[in-house]
């Protein structure tokens, strides 16, 4: 008996142990290690199975062709390739490949730029083409099905195969073998496996529609606001939010011995001030997340497994939100963040959440004040918030981002002097991280007193929510924290006129509206809603409708039609100016540039060409390399840092600039 006729015979068989082999492999590609996807499989052997099974699943469809050794490598090809696609992205970024990312395969090539080197690059693209090139060999080489395809049978295989995995995946639900909320998509990618997460990701998006919805219920559930007073016209004091990055208690932490308290003084003003946990939507990571419930007082629960509504329905739609209710009260609304603007797709995102304005680290003086993992520093951010409330005359909205106490935390000892120290971790590796962690969530809460020192004395009304975003990335578990609670942090909601102190816990999504109801602002659906039902019987049920009708349904909350209109918003708050050139040396075409409110990610560019530029103040500019003859056609672009800017920044002082080029020509002093 030929081969081939044998592999017919048993060629189920050698489906289901192809698709064990090659998950096998695509795990380890995605964990950067065989002896890890080796412990996965043998510490999860259900999910691992479960897993193999919906490769299994998906390869059923070549039963269904006569070409089945062409389609058996496609669809192999296909599995592997997403495999390569989400060990190349986890190497360069914490969340893995998701469902929305899918989208960014349309562009193939900035897909490869973005994440891999120029040799990267030429290395992927012959991979590519080799894969190309077998299929078509196969296509036009490879050998048929001899018998005639029996659809009657084959199609009943198909049919077969996927109820039977559908029920797989419904007892395996039911048995909390797999989960469909994912509190850190990082984490729940490593404990379910990238099959099932990544189509968990594309099928299960959004909100689905509740059983009841209709226009009725939805004025049923509006009517049950009736008990709220009117807004105060004569109360708007300024809102401030401040996200503070991965920011909690460490001393919550069971087992951590720590020489000084960290957050001393976060802890003064939670006595003194309005205070309680923060409950949030993921852990060790999703800063998003957590942004977008504390914005909209939408709740994450109702939505997809990991999704972030930031990759998802916002690129697509305008959303109620704290900005567009107060700007329609006569607020100026504003966005900080000292990282990069594009981080999370901020940058498109915001106007859909109605902000006016939008200071990323591009935008800053200072954002090269960095901390030893090369995350700007909070610092930085007291002079930007009071840029926002001093840039208008009306009250202001300031939704701040901070960045500092982002990880992943070294397991090595890296600072020379820590000021606090740790120990009772199971590793020195672990001491090491809990000890550089509390060391930047230590300057984070000097920070927060430089921030709350400068509001005190503003001479108009401010209020101030602070709070972390997550609990940091370091495997906790329940049993490690004291509170029993992985998904909360702690806010402190400060002000500088005496408001009176009322200790709660509460969720991100309530945030805002209960900084509202304290300032006699009862306005936006979603807000009134909070204001009016929170601790009401079926509150979260009419929360999830409410959610729904504003985002996927037909609106009937605002009389069906989206009365929200991307706003214009502008990067940064001020004018970036380029006003005059002088030649500094004719060697090497050296010339300063002056103008206005430079700052280090400012880079020069002339017909579409950039120029190296050196940042010398907020106000100079240095260029070299190039004669330039017109300087009307150059224009000043704050563009984030790319390699040849990280470069530059290593090269050259930036405090100084008094030598450069083995002292060939001198920046003239203007203060000398």
């Not at 935390?409 to 120290?421: A, C, F, Q, R």
């Not at 408001?499 to 709660?504: N, P, S, V, W």
Request: charge should be negative.
């Amino acid at each position: 008996m030929k081969w081939y006729k044998v592999c017919n015979r048993i060629s189920l068989l050698l489906h289901a142990l192809c698709s064990t082999a090659g998950y096998f492999l695509i795990e380890a590609i995605s964990r950067h290690s065989f002896s890890a996807a080796w412990t996965y499989m043998t510490t999860k052997p259900l999910i691992f199975a479960y897993n193999a099974a919906l490769i299994f699943t998906t390869s059923l469809l070549v039963y269904l062709f006569r070409k089945r050794c062409f389609w058996r490598v496609l669809i192999a090809i296909l599995w592997l390739l997403l495999g390569i696609i989400n060990g190349v992205i986890l190497l360069n970024r914490v969340t893995p490949f998701t469902g929305p990312d899918l989208h960014l395969l349309t562009d193939g090539m900035a897909v490869l730029n973005k994440y891999l080197p120029s040799w990267g690059v030429v290395v992927a693209l012959i991979i590519l083409g080799f894969f190309v090139l077998l299929l078509l060999v196969l296509l036009i080489k490879a050998p048929s099905y001899k018998r005639k395809v029996k659809f009657r049978y084959d199609l009943l295989l198909v049919v077969v195969g996927a109820a039977l995995f559908a029920g797989a995946t419904q007892l395996a639900l039911e048995k909390r073998v797999l989960s469909n909320y994912f509190g850190n998509i990082a984490f729940a990618y490593e404990d379910y496996g990238y099959p099932y997460c990544l189509a968990v990701t594309i099928f299960d998006t959004g909100i689905s529609c509740p059983r009841d919805y209709s226009e009725q219920e939805i004025t049923r559930i509006e009517k049950t606001e009736d008990n709220l007073p009117a807004t105060k016209e004569d109360s708007k004091p300024n809102i401030l939010f401040l996200q503070l990055e991965s920011f909690f208690d460490p001393t919550l932490v069971n087992y951590l011995n720590i020489s000084e308290d960290p957050i001393p003084n976060f802890r003064k003003l939670m006595k003194e001030y309005s205070s309680g946990y923060y409950k949030v939507p993921s852990v060790g990571a999703g800063t998003a997340n957590t942004e977008f419930e504390s914005i909209t007082g939408m709740s994450l629960h109702y939505f997809g497994p990991g999704e972030y509504p930031y990759k998802s329905i916002l690129k697509e739609t305008t959303c109620e939100s704290a900005p567009y209710v107060l700007k329609n009260l006569g607020y100026v609304t504003h966005a900080v963040h000292n990282n990069e603007a594009n981080f999370y797709g901020r940058r498109s995102i915001f106007p859909n959440l109605g902000f006016d304005t939008f200071t990323s680290a591009e935008y800053m003086p200072e954002e090269e004040d960095k901390n030893p993992l090369g995350w700007t520093k909070d610092e930085v951010l007291t002079d930007e918030i009071i840029k926002c409330l001093d840039s208008t005359e009306e009250p202001d909205y300031v939704y701040t981002i901070s960045v500092q106490g982002h990880g992943g935390y070294p397991e090595e000892s890296i600072l020379d002097d820590p000021e606090i120290t740790v120990t009772g971790a199971a590793t020195e590796n672990q001491n090491n991280q809990w000890e550089y962690y509390c060391n930047e969530i230590h300057e984070m809460d000097q920070f927060v007193k430089e921030l709350t020192d400068a509001l005190a004395d503003y001479p108009e009304e401010v209020i101030l929510v602070m709070y972390g975003d997550h609990l940091p990335t370091m495997g906790l578990t329940v049993e490690d924290l004291k509170n029993k609670y992985l998904f909360q942090t702690q806010y402190v909601m400060w002000d500088n006129f005496g408001l009176k102190k009322k200790d709660e816990n509460l969720a991100a999504y309530q945030m805002a509206a209960e900084v509202m109801d304290r300032a006699g602002i009862h306005e936006g659906n979603v807000f009134r809603y909070h204001q009016a039902r929170r601790n009401t019987r079926n509150y979260q049920v009419d929360l999830e409708t409410l959610q729904y009708d504003v985002l996927y349904g037909k609106q009937y909350s605002y009389d069906g039609e989206n009365p929200f209109q991307r706003t214009k918003m502008r990067m940064g708050l001020y004018d970036v100016t380029l006003d005059s050139m002088e030649m500094v040396s004719t060697a090497d075409y050296t010339y300063r540039l002056k103008g206005t409110n430079f700052t280090p990610s400012s880079q020069i560019k002339l017909n579409g060409d950039w120029y190296d530029t050196v940042y010398v103040n907020p106000t100079t500019l240095i260029i070299s390399g190039t004669e330039i003859n017109d300087f009307d056609r150059l224009s000043v672009v704050q563009r984030s840092n790319s390699s040849t800017r990280k470069a530059l920044s290593k090269s050259y002082d930036r405090s100084a600039y008094m030598l450069y080029n083995e002292n060939k020509w001198k920046i003239p002093s203007e203060d000398s």
